[in-house]
Every structure is written in C-alpha cells, then in structure tokens.
C-alpha cells in the first residue's frame, strides 16, 4: 500500500479528534468520491466507535457500536435511515449481553453476521464481541462464536484479538 499523501495524513489527523457523526459522515463520502480507502475506512471506525452512548471497551458499547456500524453500511447503501428493529427490540426486551448470546447460539448465521462479513468488517460481528468480552458469556456461546467464525473463513484471534486491538 502506497504511503498516504499530506491530504490524506491530515485527514486521518483530523478523524482521531472528530466526535460528530454528520462530520465524519461528510469525510466518509469526500473519500470515496477522492477514492481515499484509508481515509474512508478510518473516518467509518471513527463514526462507529462515537456513535455509542456506553463507555468505549464495554461489552454495550461494543454490541452497540456493530449495530450502528450495520445500519451506517445500508443507509449509504439504500440511501435511507436504516434500522435493525427486531435487534433493538430484542436488546430492549432482553439487554445486550442475552441478545448477542442467542443470537450467537442460532444454528444459522444472522443476516447481520453475513451482512458485515461481506463488508469486511468481521470484527463488528457479534461472534466478534463475544471473543473479547468472554468473561460476560458462558462457555457454550464462546465455542460457538469460534466455531461461526472458522466455519466463514476467518481466523477469531485475528477477529477479536485478546486485547481488544
């Protein structure tokens, strides 16, 4: 990969300090338009990471960070708000940690689970979340959080690695 230009690298500066999502939105497409992948990319983990309202490096925060990042990807998609209803009124009915548990215990994948894959961004699943937020899930949804992500192709520590990095 090419070093980034000035453009780019003042960008990318610009993007840690940035906490607006309309602000970061706006670079998402001044990116594509300029076919700046870095710059988009970095501006799309950005927007993904501010829009939780739960401290950064929680298990909500996370689960709440792959929602938003989903329903980021089909509006620019379909170019209209888009939300995942059924998650957030299950998650309203039964909490974030029960969600992603059931949902990780499905026989089948979610679309959710396809949907970001697809996208490249495998580590916004919430097969994902659970590997690194073990301590809040049984041993069951942990092996088969492993086991979803080896049967789509990806290797989990490079997923979710230990550290949350």
């Known amino acids: 990969m090419a070093d980034p230009s000035q453009a780019e690298r003042n960008a990318l500066a610009a993007i840690v300090k940035t906490t607006d999502p309309d602000v970061l939105r706006n670079l998402i497409k001044n990116a594509r338009r300029l076919g700046s ?11 993904c990471e ?9 298990l909500e925060h996370d689960v709440w960070q792959s929602i938003f990042a989903l329903e980021e990807m089909l509006r620019d998609e379909r ?8 998650t957030r009124q299950k998650i309203g009915r039964d909490g974030e940690r029960k969600t992603v548990s059931d949902l990780t215990l499905k026989s089948t994948p979610s679309e959710g689970f396809h949907d970001l894959v697809q996208r490249g961004y ?3 699943t919430f097969e994902a979340v659970v590997l690194r937020h073990p301590q809040d899930f ?10 979803r992500l080896i049967d789509a192709g990806l290797d989990p520590e490079a997923v979710s690695p230990a550290d949350g990095a």
């Open 37 to 47: 992948e870095t710059v988009m990319k970095a501006a799309f983990s950005r927007l």
């Open 50 to 58: 501010v829009q939780p309202g739960a401290s950064p490096g929680s």
């Open 79 to 86: 170019g209209k708000t888009v939300r995942l209803n059924r």
């Open 122 to 124: 495998p580590e916004l």
């Open 138 to 147: 049984d041993d069951q949804t942990t092996a088969a959080a492993r086991v």
